[in-house]
């Protein structure tokens, strides 16, 4: 009796799975937002405290650039790294950051050269790594150090660069 049971509550969580899969893909796309749109002109600022949550939306930004080229529209980025988030750009971090988040940091890492070999221009803020004691020559591979990510910012945005908020 338990037996039948649980056997009939395991098939009925299976059931939507099984359903899922065999119903028609629906194509899930950004036509109507892409509409006549040949260019993608995306300015990210990155202002996170968490390592972690840095690597992980750098591999959306990714997704994203892969997203515009898959529906024919040339992606142009440009990321700003601002506040603690320099941190976690650093060839040599701190010995506790290192500790605590060394895969995380390995993760960033690759993240950035990813982006960067898709040709997508990071920048660096220079008040940042002033503030939170990144040596400026200790910046991973591929990053351009400015002298103030509020101005590039603002900088890119009067060049049509669109903001796209992260939180």
């Known amino acids: 009796m338990l037996f039948r049971r649980l056997l009939m509550l395991v098939t009925l969580l299976f059931i939507p799975l099984f359903a899922a899969q065999a119903a028609p893909s629906v194509a899930i796309d950004d036509a109507a ?5 040949r260019e993608g002109k995306g300015v990210f600022l990155i202002d996170f405290t968490a390592p972690g949550k840095t690597a992980f939306y750098l591999e959306i930004i990714k997704g994203s650039h ?3 080229l898959r529906q024919g529209v040339k992606p142009d980025f440009v990321i700003v790294y601002i506040g603690p988030t320099v941190r976690f750009l650093s060839t040599s971090p701190d010995s ?10 390995a993760a960033v890492a ?3 050269a990813a982006l ?3 040709g997508v221009r990071q920048e660096v803020c220079a008040i940042a790594t002033r503030v939170f ?3 400026n020559d200790s910046l991973l591979p591929g990053l351009t150090l400015v002298g103030d990510g509020f101005i590039s910012l ?3 945005q009067t060049q049509d660069y669109k903001l796209v ?3």
């Open 133 to 135: 004691k990144v040596p």
């Open 116 to 118: 960067r070999e898709l």
């Open 66 to 68: 892969a997203g515009l």
């Open 165 to 167: 908020p992260l939180f």
């Open 96 to 105: 506790e950051l290192e500790m605590e988040h060394g895969g995380t940091l």
């Open 154 to 156: 603002i900088g890119w």
């Open 33 to 37: 937002a892409l509409r006549g749109v």
């Open 110 to 112: 690759e993240q950035v």
